[in-house]
């Protein structure tokens, strides 16, 4: 098969190019907008690109910072048939490092992150905007290395202080402060398309959530696909004031299914689709996917950075590719 493969400084590239494909068998895993991995991971990225921004503006530069160790902590909640309310709140734990100055000049480290952590929950779950508890533990402290031999202060303790972006050394010579390996395989199957494609369809802006107040956006899927088959377990959350009775949350779970339904039939035509919807619900004794704020971030579920969803990224294998994720739907 052919292979181009090439040195870029002391990087090795190698690309596969005409690949045989994967065997048709795949699985893929999916979480949705709301949930509390997919939250952490956005909201980290949201938080970089804050900073960066200010210090390019400020200084012309990006300066060192690293917010991808973030955390979120489940607050608690009250819910009831046509109500609810935040009975705790979200802690965000803001973990990681980030220069608090150049040259002098102060940058206002907490003052943007702040910001954006408010900003970021007032449109993704505007009822958890209000009970947040937003902890800082942001630290400048020099990377190892700086060692001590004499009165000069090493160049690494200006890591996270530098006196100008000249002490910034990646400026004039490519370099790395750590190893790591990328893969990555395209195009996506039908299925894989066809997950990424429902799980948005519930969990973010679509004629569905659009005309379906009550739908969460906390939605996760797990699904087999064997070129013929499609079995798909999936979970989707109800908003509490939205609903007025149990009758009625059982009556938009089949919405849920029959959208479903129509989907496949659109996106994976001739194939046979099974789903299954909330597997955990006992709705004879109200045990149910119905949540206040659409996520399971209000009742104690954590997010954790590298545990959700990336900008374009999911859980998949196919084939030969085979390796599980974390644990399936609820």
């Given at each position: 098969?052919?292979?181009?493969?090439?040195?870029?400084?002391?990087?090795?590239?190698?690309i596969d190019t005409a690949m045989a494909s994967p065997d048709v068998t795949a699985i893929v895993e999916r979480k949705g907008l709301g949930h509390p991995d997919t939250l952490a991971d956005h909201l980290a990225e949201r938080l970089s690109r804050a900073y960066s921004h200010h210090t390019v503006a400020r200084f012309g530069a990006v300066?060192?910072?690293?917010?991808?160790?973030?955390?979120?902590?489940?607050?608690?909640?009250?819910?009831?048939?046509?109500?609810?309310?935040?009975?705790?709140?979200?802690?965000?734990?803001?973990?990681?490092?980030?220069?608090?100055?150049?040259?002098?000049?102060?940058?206002?480290?907490?003052?943007?992150?702040?910001?954006?952590?408010?900003?970021?929950?007032?449109?993704?779950?505007?009822?958890?905007?209000?009970?947040?508890?937003?902890?800082?533990?942001?630290?400048?402290?020099?990377?190892?290395?700086?060692?001590?031999?004499?009165?000069?202060?090493?160049?690494?303790?200006?890591?996270?202080?530098?006196?100008?972006?000249?002490?910034?050394?990646?400026?004039?010579?490519?370099?790395?402060?750590?190893?790591?390996?990328?893969?990555?395989?395209?195009?996506?199957?039908?299925?894989?398309?066809?997950?990424?494609?429902?799980?948005?369809?519930?969990?973010?802006?679509?004629?569905?959530?659009?005309?379906?107040?009550?739908?969460?956006?906390?939605?996760k899927l797990m699904g087999f696909w064997d070129g013929e088959q499609a079995d798909v377990v999936l979970c989707v959350p109800q908003k509490s004031r939205f609903v007025a009775s149990r009758a009625e949350y059982?009556?938009?779970?089949?919405?849920?299914?029959?959208?479903?339904?129509?989907?496949?039939?659109?996106?994976?035509?001739?194939?046979?689709?099974?789903?299954?919807?909330?597997?955990?619900?006992?709705?004879?004794?109200?045990?149910?996917?119905?949540?206040?704020?659409?996520?399971?971030?209000?009742?104690?579920?954590?997010?954790?950075?590298?545990?959700?969803?990336?900008?374009?990224?999911?859980?998949?294998?196919?084939?030969?590719?085979?390796?599980?994720?974390?644990?399936?739907?609820?």
């Open positions: 098969m052919p292979r181009t493969s090439t040195i870029i400084g002391n990087s090795h590239l190698v300066l060192h910072h690293n917010f991808d160790k973030l955390a979120l902590l489940g607050g608690a909640s009250e819910v009831r048939y046509g109500a609810g309310r935040m009975t705790a709140p979200v802690r965000v734990l803001v973990n990681g490092r980030a220069a608090p100055m150049c040259g002098g000049e102060r940058i206002p480290v907490e003052e943007i992150v702040e910001a954006e952590v408010r900003a970021f929950f007032a449109e993704r779950l505007p009822e958890v905007s209000d009970h947040l508890d937003i902890v800082f533990n942001i630290t400048s402290n020099s990377s190892p290395g700086a060692v001590l031999t004499g009165d000069e202060v090493p160049d690494r303790t200006r890591w996270f202080s530098p006196r100008s972006i000249e002490d910034l050394r990646e400026r004039r010579v490519r370099l790395s402060n750590d190893t790591s390996l990328g893969t990555g395989w395209a195009p996506e199957n039908v299925f894989e398309s066809f997950v990424r494609e429902l799980v948005n369809h519930f969990s973010g802006e679509s004629e569905f959530t659009r005309t379906h107040a009550w739908c969460g956006s906390d939605v059982v009556r938009n779970a089949e919405s849920v299914l029959a959208e479903c339904h129509r989907l496949a039939a659109l996106q994976l035509p001739g194939a046979e689709a099974r789903f299954r919807l909330n597997a955990r619900d006992v709705p004879e004794k109200d045990e149910l996917y119905l949540t206040y704020t659409g996520s399971s971030i209000e009742s104690g579920d954590e997010g954790v950075v590298g545990r959700g969803n990336r900008v374009n990224s999911y859980p998949s294998v196919a084939g030969a590719r085979l390796t599980m994720s974390d644990s399936g739907p609820r």
